[in-house]
């Protein structure tokens, strides 16, 4: 097996090719190999299946992920200037790594996994990181075809992730995780990690697929009963949930919730109640 004793340092790398983070991607580039095989770790056994991960940039965390054990990685780099830095890696670890071009909001992974379940890997950009999380909790079927996500978000990002009711940070990201999925906080990361430093801390998240109850609503019900009652968090369900419908008491009623609720006080199997009244409705 290859070992990273084969490969210049980083620093070296990301100044042979001219590497710069640019603030337009979101890049922040993580230099530690300590800290980044600590969230390679935090992701579990690397050894079994397909192991993708999303905006590897110079190959920091890559390199951690091969490290660690990982047989197969799917790397999706959509910065084309770090895709020589990336193949050197993949050079250096032979039929291990994959290298793609492309813009993770659009490629549809599934097509890079055999029918598989994989392990996604990511220090997301700041900049998209919330939408690619919604778009992996959002996928129908449900359960999906990723195994588990070990992501990098800022600390108040992940803090919303895993808010419980009457958190100020409980919201309808928390709803949306916690309904479909169990996310945890595994640690943090301080600024100096980066180069360049962002201003604020970032955490590492780990989320697995939860299994659905059989009375699940459809992901569509949630998000609008979700949307109408945090868009008017200091309302009461019965004036807030007016978007949805004229007569919204019945549909609390119906979920078993007081009317004079706000959204921060209902927790999330109250919101699942909800959006299949609503449905039902």
């Not at 210049?8 to 991607?25: M, T």
């Not at 392990?119 to 909790?137: D, E, F, H, R, S």
């Not at 299994?211 to 609008?224: F, G, K, Q």
Request: glycine share 6%.
């Amino acid at each position: 097996m290859s070992t990273d004793a084969q490969l210049p340092p980083l620093r070296e790398v990301i100044a042979a090719h001219g590497l710069r983070a640019k603030k337009s991607l979101g890049q922040n580039f993580l230099l530690d190999l300590n800290l980044t095989r600590k969230i390679a770790r935090g992701a579990g056994d690397l050894r079994d299946g397909i192991i993708i991960e999303v905006g590897p940039g110079p190959g920091g965390l890559t390199r951690a992920l091969l490290m660690e054990g990982a047989e197969h990685v799917v790397a999706i780099e959509r910065d084309p200037r770090c895709l020589p830095a990336l193949e050197e890696i993949a050079s250096a670890y032979p039929n291990r790594l994959k290298v793609i071009e492309g813009d993770a909001m659009k490629v549809d992974l599934r097509e890079h996994i055999d029918g598989g379940r994989a392990k996604i890997i990511a220090n997301l950009p700041y900049n998209v990181g919330t939408a690619l999380l919604v778009k992996w909790l959002t996928q129908e079927p449900w359960p999906p075809y990723w195994a588990s996500l070990t992501l990098m978000f800022q600390k108040e990002v992940a803090e919303r992730i895993v808010a419980a009711p009457g958190n100020k940070s409980y919201g309808r990201l928390a709803v949306l995780a916690q309904w479909r999925a169990r996310p945890s906080i595994l640690f943090d990361v301080p600024p100096t990690a980066f180069v360049p430093a962002p201003k604020v801390t970032s955490s590492i998240i780990h989320i697995e697929p939860a299994e659905p109850p059989p009375d699940a609503p459809s992901v569509n019900a949630l998000e609008r009963v979700t949307a109408a009652a945090f868009g008017q968090r200091r309302k009461m369900l019965r004036t807030a949930l007016k978007q949805l419908t004229p007569t919204p008491e019945p549909l609390c009623v119906a979920a078993g919730i007081d009317p004079t609720a706000r959204a921060e006080d209902v927790d999330v199997a109250g919101f699942c109640r909800l959006a299949r009244a609503f449905e039902d409705a």
